[in-house]
């Protein structure tokens, strides 16, 4: 009986486990997302593509054009255009050789311009194409001088003018004028004058005659000089060899120099006596010199 009582109140002191629920289904779907994740952040990982950004630079090339064809064939058309005597027949062949060039109408155009009762005849003594424009597709306008030897009777004179003509080229080089020489300006003498050197002070007196010595033994070998020689005066390929013996050095004239930190700039006009010819020539020279172990050296030239 006080057994039986004993296991009794043993397994009522016995300490009670809450067991939360393991095989419930929300917890079973919960372990399978987790699963079902990480297989597939492994999966991505294995099979992600390395991107990156890529900047693309996109370069424009200006296209040259060839417009030696189109400089002779406006070149040969001029002497044809503007040269004639006065008799029926040269003035018929000129316009049997202009259907060569011109467009059917523009043959029409210039039925009459020259007429067999002119009263001078031209000889074209020189042509000079100034500038070759695209103008459209295939299409090419041309600015050109002539200088025409004008004759009337036994006088002569020199005619110079400026026109203006529109050139077609096909694909396969055939070329045809299809705008009538037009007159034009002359091209004139720019303004622009470049700014000219002056000394600033920042080379002493004694520097600037140390240069210009330097400057005339420079000057009085350079144009015979080989490279080698060149070589103890000015670094290699600032100054393209001449080995000429033709020209004696006369002279530096107005050399200006500036310093900026340890290099000097001396600019300066140097003169020849050319053999050949009995000319002074006079060359001008912007260089840049630098001293190094007592000695001047040239290691620029500027253009």
């Given at each position: 009986?006080?057994?039986?009582?004993?296991?009794?109140?043993?397994?009522?002191k016995k300490p009670r486990v809450l067991h939360i629920g393991t095989r419930r289904p929300v917890v079973t779907a919960l372990w399978a997302l987790l699963v079902c994740a990480f297989a597939f952040a492994v999966y991505k990982d294995f099979t992600a593509v390395d991107t990156h950004t890529v900047h693309e630079t996109t370069v424009v090339q200006a296209e040259v054009t060839d417009t030696n064809a189109i400089e002779s064939?406006?070149?040969?058309?001029?002497?044809v255009y503007y040269s004639w005597e006065k008799s029926a027949a040269a003035i018929e062949q000129r316009t049997e050789n202009l259907k060569y060039y011109l467009t059917d109408g523009l043959q029409a155009l210039n039925a009459d311009t020259v007429r067999s009762d002119i009263p001078v005849?031209?000889?074209?003594?020189?042509?000079?194409?100034?500038?070759?424009?695209?103008?459209?597709?295939?299409?090419?306008?041309?600015?050109?001088t002539v200088s025409q030897d004008i004759?009337?009777?036994?006088?002569?004179?020199?005619?110079?003018?400026?026109?203006?003509?529109?050139?077609?080229?096909?694909?396969?080089?055939?070329?045809?004028?299809?705008?009538?020489?037009?007159?034009?300006?002359k091209p004139a003498k720019s303004g622009y004058a470049p700014k000219v050197a002056e000394p600033d002070g920042t080379v002493s007196a004694q520097e600037s005659a140390e240069i210009t010595e330097f400057l005339t033994a420079f000057f009085k070998l350079?144009?015979?000089?080989?490279?080698?020689?060149?070589s103890y005066y000015a670094s290699g390929g600032v100054l393209p060899v001449i080995e000429n013996e033709s020209y004696v050095f006369a002279g530096l004239v107005n050399p200006v120099y500036t310093r900026q930190?340890?290099?000097?700039?001396?600019?300066?006009?140097?003169?020849?006596?050319?053999?050949?010819?009995?000319?002074?020539?006079?060359?001008?020279?912007?260089?840049?010199?630098?001293?190094?172990?007592g000695n001047w050296k040239i290691n620029r030239s500027f253009v």
């Open positions: 009986m006080f057994q039986n009582r004993d296991k009794k109140q043993a397994e009522e064939f406006t070149t040969n058309f001029a002497r005849s031209s000889k074209v003594q020189d042509v000079q194409v100034w500038s070759v424009e695209q103008a459209g597709d295939s299409a090419y306008s041309v600015i050109f004759t009337d009777g036994t006088e002569s004179r020199l005619v110079t003018s400026a026109y203006e003509v529109c050139v077609y080229a096909d694909d396969s080089g055939d070329m045809v004028i299809i705008r009538n020489p037009t007159i034009t300006g350079y144009p015979a000089a080989s490279g080698q020689e060149l930190d340890d290099t000097v700039t001396a600019d300066t006009a140097v003169q020849y006596l050319d053999r050949r010819t009995g000319m002074t020539l006079v060359s001008q020279f912007k260089l840049q010199l630098e001293k190094a172990s």
